[in-house]
């Protein structure tokens, strides 16, 4: 069942046409990634799809309901999350109060309290660290943060924007396995990530954005093996 449905969108940055007129679609229950180079439009479509840019043509649905203009917080109330490209924790907060930040939406406190204690579990260093300044954590660490206050609105869909840009190897590696959990967990994750191998290895399905354009689609482990998007995309 498609849980999220984009047509035809065209989304400017003044005279720029930053995306011009993609269509895709996630399934619920899927990993789906965005793949591409710099400037080809795939942090437009997220952000366009959550709300935080308007889209000049074309429309998005999300469970059945059209949010083409729908404010961004309202998207959440809905059951949609962003982690953002550079994580952007609030960096003079503690780990909890960030985390506590991404539970706004929600009124029920002994839920919330059990959300934080499933965040714990799953990143046990954000529970070494909950009374720390956000802002003095590692850039690991951040994105593990940014991944939490994400999932303490119980998203049906997360939407991810490079969550591994700027890491170690190691933090990298870390960062996927998490992605993973998320997803077995039961929630839908779109995933737009600069390391397009690491994306296709666990997505189920992806699209290859060029120019503002889809070029390409199908599913991941097929464009894996696919020769242009191996020479454009994984180095091979």
Do not use: W
């Amino acid at each position: 069942m498609e849980i999220l449905k984009v047509k035809d969108l065209v989304v400017n940055y003044g005279m720029i046409k930053a995306v011009k007129g993609a269509s895709f679609c996630v399934n619920q229950g899927e990993i789906v990634a965005l793949i591409g180079a710099n400037g080809a439009g795939k942090t437009s479509i997220l952000h366009t799809v959550t709300g935080l840019l308007s889209a000049k043509e074309g429309s998005i649905e999300f469970d059945g309901k059209d949010i083409t203009k729908t404010k961004a917080h309202d998207i959440v109330k809905l059951g949609m999350a962003h982690v953002p490209e550079g994580r952007r924790v609030f960096g003079d907060l503690t780990v909890i109060e960030n985390l506590k930040l991404g539970a706004y939406i929600r009124n029920d406190k002994a839920g919330i309290e059990k959300s934080l204690e499933k965040i714990y579990k799953r990143f046990p260093r954000l529970f070494e660290r909950k009374t720390q300044i956000a802002g003095t954590l590692s850039g690991g660490e951040q994105q593990m943060l940014a991944m939490g206050r994400a999932l303490m609105s119980n998203p049906k869909v997360i939407v991810m924007d490079e969550p591994s840009m700027g890491l170690s190897p190691l933090y990298v590696n870390e960062i996927f396995d998490i992605i993973r959990e998320i997803h077995e967990s039961g929630t839908t994750v779109l995933l737009v990530e600069q390391n397009a191998k690491k994306a296709l290895s666990i997505a189920d399905r992806a699209y290859v954005l060029e120019t503002g354009n889809i070029v390409l689609d199908g599913d991941a482990k097929k464009l894996m093996d696919d020769d242009s998007v191996k020479k454009a995309y994984l180095g091979e």
